[in-house]
């Protein structure tokens, strides 16, 4: 009757995992050249997963952006950023965020969602602003996630360009999640 009891219990309390769904989900980048116009780009795959405790009501976010399928308009901008000068691609094929846990209403409210961010090598704080869900109730699978953020190029190590390139480089990510599977 105990194991009966403590399947019970830890089954309750085990965490919901749900995986981010790379067809449905994208990262694009933009930052300011010349102090004039906006030079942008779409990252590569968007995958990893979501943790959903239903009982301290909170979520925590594990993603991962890959930097070596970077596609912009132009293929010598791609060439550039794809480079050790800037997010060194071949050393470095991703961006991993990892946020803390945060209320639960946030995906349905919006709001922002702090954590780490890891580039190039080096990870530093990070936040981004959560748009308030078109479908609560359903974030991330009747329709996506949608969150902004900005970082200091410079913090990550690319200080090249100074003169020509802003050190300022927003980010725009669109999420969806797969169909809930639990532990």
Do not use: N
């Not at 990893?48 to 293929?75: C, H, Q, T």
């Amino acid at each position: 009757m105990g194991a009966l009891l403590w399947g019970v219990a830890a089954s309750a309390v085990a965490a919901e995992r749900v995986a981010l769904d790379p067809r449905r989900s994208s990262a694009e980048f933009e930052i300011r050249a010349m102090w004039m116009f906006d030079v942008g780009g779409r990252f590569g795959d968007v995958s990893g997963e979501v943790e959903i405790d239903r009982e301290a009501r909170s979520v925590k976010v594990w993603a991962r952006i890959g930097v070596a399928d970077v596609s912009m308009r132009r293929d010598s901008y791609e060439a550039w950023v794809k480079s050790a000068e800037f997010f060194d691609a071949a050393r470095y094929p991703q961006i991993v965020f990892e946020s803390e846990p945060f209320p639960l209403a946030t995906l349905d409210l919006g709001g922002d969602i702090v954590g780490s961010l890891t580039l190039r090598g080096s990870t530093q704080p990070m936040r981004f602003a959560l748009r308030p869900s078109e479908c609560p109730g359903q974030a991330a699978l009747s329709c996506p996630v949608v969150a902004d953020g900005s970082l200091q190029r410079s913090e990550f190590g690319m200080r090249t360009r100074r003169a020509t390139l802003a050190d300022k480089v927003r980010l725009h990510l669109s999420v969806s999640a797969t169909q809930a599977a639990t532990d």
